[in-house]
């Protein structure tokens, strides 16, 4: 994909993942090596992993738009988002309701909804540390220490943790300087925009995860059109990563989901 990086593995129908803000595309193989029989296709967001910097300026639908595009190149009608990244497979969905037929949304982000507390404060802390050219890894150290808990669920998984560490060491956190972040933050997804979603959508979130997170899972749930909710146990708010051999059923299941009658026009 111009100016993107893509990863691909395995073969049948495809699947786009989207993963979580400073991670990228490298994470989902544990996943994906539990779900045979697709093909997984994960795309580096602009300023993660190995794509080009994100624009300052582009908006959440822009982006949405640029990924449903590129979805529909490649047949893939199912998309997966984890985190920030399922705000964006969440606006995919609205964007290009023909392309998108099956969305899996774990650790649910809704553009709008109160954010954590810590986790705005550590953002904050950010922002000091790279003004005061912190190093890679003391940008990634913060980033993962507790509170927020965004992380906090890798603490029992070392090499999981340790996987995270490498690839937030090579975030470049050029959005800090930019602002870039900012404008995609501040879309919002109200409930009427909710219920047009016509996907069938199923929502991952872990037992443990932040209030936030949990409460935007039942949000969806309430309001997007035959959702449905899946709650992994023993995990936080990184679930799909945390236990890739519990969570596999609860994708395998959303992206299996027959599409609705009379859905595409």
Not at 67 to 73: K, R, V
Request: hydrophobic share 45%; proline share 9%; net charge negative.
């Amino acid at each position: 994909m111009n100016g993107l990086r893509v990863i691909e593995s395995g073969t049948g129908p495809a699947v786009l993942w989207v993963h979580g803000y400073t991670m990228d595309s490298t994470l989902w193989q544990p996943l994906w090596d539990l779900l045979p029989g697709w093909r997984h296709i994960g795309v580096d967001l602009p300023g993660h992993g190995g794509s080009e910097p994100l624009r300052r300026g582009q908006t959440l639908p822009e982006l949405a738009l640029r990924l449903a595009a590129f979805a529909d190149a490649e047949v893939a009608h199912r998309v997966v988002g984890l985190s920030f990244g399922s705000g964006v497979a969440l606006q995919m969905a609205l964007e290009a309701p023909e392309v998108v037929r099956n969305l899996v949304l774990a650790a649910p982000t809704l553009g709008g909804a109160p954010p954590d507390p810590a986790a705005r404060r550590r953002y904050m802390e950010l922002m000091t540390l790279r003004r005061a050219r912190g190093a890679p890894e003391q940008m990634a150290e913060l980033w993962m220490d507790s509170p927020p808990d965004i992380f906090r669920g890798t603490e029992a998984h070392p090499a999981l943790r340790a996987r995270l560490r490498e690839v937030i060491g090579r975030h470049s956190w050029a959005e800090l300087d930019t602002g870039a972040m900012a404008m995609l933050g501040m879309h919002r997804h109200p409930p009427e925009d909710l219920a047009r979603v016509r996907a069938r959508t199923t929502v991952i979130v872990g037992d443990s995860d932040m209030p936030v997170f949990t409460a935007n899972a039942h949000t969806l749930q309430e309001n997007v059109p035959g959702c449905e909710l899946r709650v992994i146990p023993g995990t936080a708010h990184l679930p799909l990563l945390e236990r890739p051999e519990i969570a596999a059923d609860a994708v395998f299941q959303g992206l299996s989901l027959p599409e609705k009658v009379g859905k595409v026009i």
